[in-house]
């Protein structure tokens, strides 16, 4: 008699949003069962239908805020079966956690302590972790490895990575917690069915929201911050990396830890394509996949960023087995054809 493994039940936090809406597909195409909790602070339930049209299965969806601890607690009671989780949920905007950071702390690392309960309740020992290549700040030597020095945050929302991989460290070494600590680079593109991609509320922070909504006449002009960086033009260096690829390697790391592979109870990895990309570089990249000519001028630099970081993969390419596939044309024409299917729906009132 075969026996068929039983489905694994996995908690994606922030399924909703940008990153989480893709990792949800990949889970469900690679056989796992989805719960979503998310407080659509941020995004719309509207992407659940979107996440059925592509994989014939609407996730479950429970709406909720995950700092607040009483409907944590209920809802880890009401789900005892979860076998491991993905933690999307967080306000992720570098300026506004300037203004706000009492609501990011409380928010970013208030829910991972109220999952911990959750995990603790239950039994729950994985947990996949959604960090950022900003706990490196401005890296000395590049492409920058995982054992690169953590340098002090430069931001609030920065802090709070920082603060929840500490919070990991220690949980994992002393609870029968396990953790894989996943530091993106810049996330961009969307799914290829244009059915799914990045929404940003009001005027986009990012690059390529940036560029992509200047070409379809949403915005004039794009600024570009800074051309008198130390890189081949003077703009700054980034690792852009498709989304999708990010998003299979939270398929790939929760599964490690549920077989057992893992080597340590917290592991860390990078996930970008190890190359970097000026903006000036992005915006030809754009011109050529989408036979649009952007209308962007050079502006001073915006405080904050760093000149130029891009990833060192060889450990996640090694032990996820895992490697970034798309290439830079690739996810600008995925963020183009996206930007697209959002303007006809706006033109057709959906
Ligand atoms: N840029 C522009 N014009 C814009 C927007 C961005 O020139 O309108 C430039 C930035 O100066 C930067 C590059 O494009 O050089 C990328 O900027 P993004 O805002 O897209 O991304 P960041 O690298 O600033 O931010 C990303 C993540 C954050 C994370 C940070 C860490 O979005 O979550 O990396 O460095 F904290």
């Known amino acids: 008699m075969i026996v068929k493994n039983k489905m694994k039940k996995i908690l994606v936090t922030g399924g909703t949003g940008f990153i989480g809406s893709h990792t949800v597909v990949e889970l469900q195409q690679n056989g796992c069962e989805v719960i979503i909790v998310d407080n659509l602070f941020n995004s719309s339930a509207d992407v659940l239908e979107k996440i059925g049209i592509i994989t014939g299965i609407i996730p479950a969806f429970e709406q909720f805020d995950l700092a607040d601890p009483a409907p944590t607690a209920g809802f880890f009671s009401r789900h005892s079966d979860i076998d491991g989780i993905i933690h999307f949920a967080a306000f992720k905007a570098v300026g506004e956690s300037m203004s706000k950071p009492l609501g990011y702390y409380r928010n970013n690392v208030g ?35 995982e054992t690169a020095p953590i340098k002090p945050a430069w931001s609030p929302y920065g802090n709070t990575k920082q603060m929840c991989e500490d919070i990991l460290r220690f949980t994992t070494a002393s609870l029968p917690v396990r953790a894989i600590a996943l530091r993106y680079f810049n996330p961009i593109g969307a799914h290829d069915s244009a059915l799914i991609g990045e929404l940003p509320l009001g005027v986009p922070n990012n ?4 560029i992509t909504q ?38 790939v790391a929760i599964e490690r830890m549920m077989d057992e592979k893992g080597k340590s109870p917290l592991e860390v990895f990078n996930l970008g394509t ?6 000036l570089e992005i915006i030809q990249s754009f011109e050529r996949v989408s036979g649009v000519k952007l209308n962007y001028e050079i502006v001073d630099r915006r405080p904050g960023d760093v000149e130029k970081v891009w990833a060192d993969t060889s450990l996640a390419n090694t032990e996820l087995g895992w490697k970034a596939e798309k290439e830079i044309d690739e996810m600008m024409l995925s963020a183009w054809k996206w930007e697209k299917a959002l303007s006809s729906n706006r033109v057709n009132g959906k």
């Open 207 to 210: 690059l390529v929201p940036f």
């Open 274 to 279: 190890g190359k970097g990309f000026t903006v």
């Open 111 to 145: 829910s991972l302590l109220n999952i911990h309960e959750g995990m603790k309740k239950n039994g729950i020992r994985d947990i996949v972790f959604s960090s950022s290549c900003t706990v490196y700040g401005q890296p000395d030597i590049l492409p920058v490895t």
């Open 214 to 251: 200047t070409a379809i006449g949403l915005r004039q002009c794009l600024k570009v911050f800074g051309n008198d960086y130390d890189t081949t033009d003077g703009t700054a260096i980034r690792d852009y990396i498709h989304v999708v690829d990010i998003a299979r390697a939270h398929v």
